[in-house]
């Protein structure tokens, strides 16, 4: 995993209420997201034993 360089947004408190990321670090975070969002699918279908039509499953995908 990669390391990001991450600033924070502190309240009067010093509280962290918020991240500031470079926005290619956070592109990556979303791209890695949805590829465990597609792992995560594939590993429920997988253990449901139901089986669907390939085209059903793009289209679900998609």
Known sequence: MN???ERYVVDENGNRIGVILDIADYQQLLEELEELEYICAYDAAKASNESIPFAQAV???E
């Open 3 to 5: 390391i990001f360089k």
């Open 59 to 61: 289209a679900e995908i």
